[in-house]
């Protein structure tokens, strides 16, 4: 009888200590493994790329109104980076992680629109509108292209008029895109809305 008594005593199971340990070392592997996916929608995806812009527009328009700059927005078919305005020549900021180039995901595509301003139609494309008159151009053809923003941010705080759409191409799906689009008329805030709900 005895020997049935050990015999069951030995088959009881995992201690407390045992299991507590098993579950400590399975929250250390748990919290190292970096999981890297993101489940966020699409939609919320498109929206939040087009709120990250009106931000970083309120943000840029204000530095430029406490500094008494002028800052200007440089939009490429997938990224887009601010621009300031050092007295000769438009130069980028790299400096400043915030208003640095900023490079959107893989299926997204950036459509700029610029207002109709009149007094721009006298600007020269190339040197921009705080160009300097007489200025020689003769530089080797090595020199990196000069940028030139298409949106300006005054120091006065006014904006000239733009729209820049976040279109989204869902990947293997035969889906309509999404669309944001991120407009502004002469002042802040700029406004967002969502063009798939039309």
């Known amino acids: ?46 929206e939040d790329e087009a709120k990250r812009l009106q931000a970083v527009v309120q943000l840029a328009s204000d530095y430029a109104l406490l500094n008494n700059l002028q800052l200007g927005l440089w939009v490429e078919e997938k990224s887009y980076q601010f621009l300031g305005f050092d007295g000769e020549v438009w130069t980028t900021i790299d400096e400043d992680k915030i208003l640095k180039k900023y490079e959107l995901e893989d299926n997204f595509k950036l459509k ?26 003769e530089d080797d053809e090595d020199e990196q292209k000069k940028l030139v923003p298409q949106v300006y941010l005054f120091s006065s705080g006014e904006i000239t008029p733009f729209s820049v759409q976040f279109i989204y191409q869902r990947p293997f799906s035969g889906e309509d895109d999404i669309v944001f689009e991120v407009s502004g008329e002469t002042e802040l805030p700029l406004k967002i809305e969502d063009l798939a709900e039309d």
Do not use: C, H, Y
């Not at 049935?4 to 919290?31: I, W």
């Not at 109709?116 to 494309?125: G, R, S, T």
């Open 1 to 46: 009888m005895r020997n049935q008594l050990s015999k069951l005593s030995r088959q009881r199971g995992f201690t407390l200590l045992e299991v507590m340990l098993v579950m400590v070392l399975m929250a250390v592997v748990l919290s190292s493994v970096n999981l890297s996916f993101d489940i966020r929608s699409d939609r919320n995806k498109v």
């Open 112 to 137: 700029l629109t610029l207002g109709d301003i009149p007094w721009l139609d006298n600007v020269d494309a190339e040197d921009g509108l705080f160009s300097l008159v007489g200025q020689d151009d």
